[in-house]
Nanobody
Framework: QVQLVESGGGLVQAGGSLRLSCAASGRTFSTYAMGWFRQAPGKEREFVAAISWSGGTTDYTDSVKGRFTISRDNAKNTVYLQMNSLKPEDTAVYYC?????????????????WGQGTQVTVSS
């Protein structure tokens, strides 16, 4: 089992930036992929980004490509989501998730552990 704690959310104006962090403990961090999901009010949780165990491969949903960057530091057991050029439609609770596998996945069922979430609010 993996324990995940997110941080870095907050209120930002459109066009601004935020960096989310997710600290992991428990299972050996470098053996599994990591991902970020988000859930806006009244909407289903959606995939945002994922990164393989080594950090060598990444995947993004189309709406954030070119604006968000996922990265990981296996020495610090931490995964990051750098969010630039934020838009009001990026407003959501963002969740960090630990994959069941080392390789990239994007389905919710392929992630076995979840953080509590951190709120990101983008004002227009």
């Amino acid at each position: 089992q993996v324990q995940l704690v997110e941080s870095g959310g907050g209120l930002v104006q459109a066009g601004g930036s935020l960096r989310l962090s997710c600290a992991a403990s428990g299972r050996t961090f470098s053996t599994y992929a990591m991902g970020w999901f988000r859930q806006a009010p009244g909407k289903e949780r959606e995939f945002v980004a994922a990164i393989s165990w080594s950090g060598g491969t990444t995947d993004y949903t189309d709406s954030v490509k070119g604006r968000f960057t996922i990265s990981r530091d296996n020495a610090k057991n931490t995964v990051y989501l750098q969010m630039n050029s934020l838009k009001p439609e990026d407003t959501a609770v963002y969740y960090c998730a630990a994959g069941r596998y080392a390789s990239l996945v994007r389905g919710s069922a392929d992630f076995g552990s979840w953080g509590q979430g951190t709120q990101v609010t983008v004002s227009s």
